[in-house]
């Protein structure tokens, strides 16, 4: 597998659940930015300081019981400057036929003061394919949506 795509392994725990005994919405958040913070760094390389931009997209389609063994596929989708998309997917769970869980998180290359610099490597997105074209989709209809930085400096901060 390239270095731009990954697969990790969790068991959904009791800590991990709602009172419903299935995983709670934080820990799906949790499990997701793990493997796509991985993803990223290992593709751009062991200088990468990356940041979590923003979570572009989050959904969960399927509730998943305590005691699950979920598996969480993560490619790198989109590559800029200092920028890169990593798409994760929640491989469909024992029964089930969709993803249990999918997703866009943007991580952005900073220098010490946290403020962005170029990716330390060239980092090539992952090779079309099935699995990854739902997220494609999605982040074309989501590209024309920018951070609020500038908002919040144009207000006085």
Same mark, same amino acid.
């Given at each position: 597998?390239? &270095?731009? $795509?990954?697969?990790?392994?969790?068991?959904?725990?009791?800590?991990?659940?709602?009172?419903?005994?299935?995983?709670?919405?934080?820990? @799906? +958040? %949790?499990?997701? @930015?793990?493997?796509?913070? &991985?993803?990223?760094?290992?593709?751009? /390389?062991?200088?990468?300081?990356?940041?979590?931009? %923003?979570?572009?997209? +989050?959904?969960?389609?399927?509730?998943?019981?305590? /005691?699950? =063994?979920? $598996?969480?596929?993560?490619?790198?989708?989109?590559?800029? %400057?200092?920028?890169?998309?990593?798409?994760?997917?929640?491989?469909?769970?024992?029964?089930?036929? @969709?993803?249990?869980?999918?997703?866009?998180?943007?991580?952005?290359?900073?220098?010490?003061?946290?403020?962005?610099?170029? =990716?330390?490597?060239?980092?090539?997105?992952? $090779?079309?394919?099935?699995?990854?074209?739902? =997220?494609?989709?999605? @982040?074309?209809?989501?590209?024309? *949506? %920018? #951070?609020?930085? #500038?908002?919040? *400096?144009?207000?006085?901060?």
């Amino acid at each position: 597998m390239p &270095a731009t $795509e990954t697969t990790s392994h969790r068991l959904v725990l009791p800590a991990d659940a709602n009172h419903h005994g299935t995983l709670y919405a934080g820990s @799906l +958040l %949790r499990y997701a @930015l793990e493997a796509a913070y &991985a993803t990223g760094s290992r593709a751009a /390389g062991s200088a990468a300081n990356l940041m979590l931009r %923003r979570v572009l997209s +989050l959904e969960c389609r399927r509730s998943v019981p305590v /005691g699950t =063994l979920v $598996e969480i596929r993560c490619g790198v989708l989109q590559v800029r %400057r200092a920028y890169l998309v990593v798409g994760v997917v929640g491989m469909p769970t024992p029964g089930g036929t @969709l993803p249990w869980m999918d997703g866009l998180l943007g991580f952005v290359q900073v220098d010490e003061a946290g403020l962005p610099v170029p =990716l330390p490597q060239a980092v090539e997105p992952v $090779e079309p394919s099935p699995l990854w074209q739902p =997220l494609v989709e999605r @982040l074309g209809k989501l590209a024309g *949506i %920018r #951070g609020a930085t #500038g908002d919040w *400096i144009a207000a006085g901060w």
